[in-house]
């Protein structure tokens, strides 16, 4: 790969495809700041996908990254997550995206490295397990993981986690700058654990916010008539149900084929758009043959801009994307997943968006009534900063300045 006076490896490794699309709008606004920079990418196949047609360049090495989501998927089970087997799946793959990222950086000589959620990273540059000789920034959207039941093995893995993570954030203050996707009333106000930190005021010290990061610009998206026009929706009632960019969470799409025919006895006309996300080679949902079923959709936004109500999982990217275009939206997070049940649907409420949904209490009855009351109704959210991009951007432009200054430190933490 021919190296240019400032290069950079982003990697989008981690699971579902929301980290990618913000991944995504970030260098899209580097590039207007920095035109010249040469940038190359690491991601997994579903994220890989995304980049080329993005006409982004990937490192040959991305055919190599281990599937962080093919882990998940045998912890997700009955519209909920295992967070104690993910852990244990998970473990070979992050392991193996370290031993590839070591090969990496000894072959390439970049001038800077962006990660999206690398907590395997992290733990291996401050174990000195790899050395770091450019600078690192890290992206995350959530602080401190929370065990969702009383199970000793889960409370203990929780623990154990977030320790780890404290101390190797302390161990490399000086030499990974860590951004976080949110402001700080998305960090909770309460301990990492016993004897850690407060979360939020740990945050304070070690992290820079962003606010918000969506890929589009929401004031080019609010003339609905327009955006239907373009994607060939009439004047029908529009209703999108969505997984998100993987299958987590695919029983939700089956219910709202259930809802359907109820639905249409009320509202004949209604139209209703399933996107299920890839499945990994399993069957996809059933769904009535009137229900249009797609396992993808690229710039799916627009499709939220044109409808009259979005039925999902509680993911961060997706719900984020419906509040900034003040689209009404039904959101059911996944069982046993914190960031979905607590971080994410809290920060839904403080916005006031989205209404919150539970799989395991909503009959396809109930679903139809709250479609029914839900639909086409004027969103009015609190204002909400979604200019993240440009200020991720920014500080990437800061540290690519500032990265001789601190190569010193990093021998140090690297050797």
């Excluded at 490794?13 to 920095?34: C, F, N, P, S, Y």
């Excluded at 967070?83 to 390439?108: D, G």
């Excluded at 961060?316 to 607590?342: I, M, W």
Aim: charge should be positive.
């Amino acid at each position: 790969m021919k190296m240019h006076s400032k290069s950079i490896l982003f990697i989008s490794w981690q699971g579902a495809m929301g980290h990618v699309t913000r991944d995504l709008a970030i260098v899209k606004e580097l590039r207007r700041i920095m035109p010249q920079v040469d940038l190359a990418w690491m991601a997994h196949p579903l994220a890989a996908k995304v980049i080329r047609e993005a006409d982004e360049k990937l490192l040959p090495e991305s055919e190599q990254v281990a599937d962080y989501n093919l882990a998940g998927l045998q912890a997700v089970s009955e519209f909920g997550l295992d967070l104690v087997k993910y852990l244990e799946t998970s473990k070979e793959p992050r392991q193996k995206n370290v031993e590839l990222l070591k090969r990496v950086l000894e072959k390439y000589p970049f001038d800077l490295i962006i990660g999206d959620e690398v907590y395997e990273t992290l733990l291996a540059v401050s174990d000195g397990e790899i050395h770091l000789t450019c600078p690192l920034i890290m992206i995350e959207d959530f602080i401190g993981v929370r065990a969702m039941n009383r199970r000793l093995l889960v409370q203990l893995g929780v623990y154990v986690h977030n320790r780890k993570v404290v101390n190797a954030i302390r161990k490399t203050s000086g030499v990974i700058t860590h951004l976080f996707v949110g402001e700080l009333a998305d960090v909770p106000d309460r301990r990492y654990g016993f004897l850690l930190p407060n979360c939020r005021e740990f945050a304070r010290k070690y992290y820079r916010f962003l606010g918000y990061i969506v890929r589009f610009d929401p004031a080019e998206y609010g003339d609905k008539a327009r955006i239907r026009k373009k994607l060939g929706y009439g004047d029908e009632p529009l209703v999108i149900c969505a997984t998100g960019g993987t299958a987590a969470g695919w029983e939700l799409i089956e219910l709202c084929g259930k809802a359907y025919p109820l639905l249409k006895k009320e509202i004949p006309d209604l139209r209703m758009v399933c996107v299920c996300g890839e499945r990994f080679g399993l069957p996809p949902p059933k769904v009535p043959a009137e229900v249009e079923f797609h396992g993808y959709i690229p710039r799916i936004y627009e499709h939220y801009a044109a409808c009259d109500l979005a039925v999902i999982v509680g993911g961060g990217t997706t719900s984020l994307e419906l509040t900034a275009l003040r689209k009404p939206f039904l959101f059911f997070p996944l069982e046993n997943q914190f960031d979905q049940q607590l971080y994410v649907a809290e920060r839904i409420a403080r916005h006031g968006a989205g209404v919150r949904m539970e799989y395991r209490r909503t009959t396809p009855e109930a679903l139809a009534r709250a479609i029914k009351d839900n639909l086409g109704r004027k969103v009015e959210t609190n204002a909400i900063p979604f200019d993240g991009a440009r200020k991720a951007a920014e500080v990437i432009v800061g540290e690519l300045s500032q990265g001789q200054k601190k190569q010193n430190k990093r021998v140090i933490i690297g050797h």
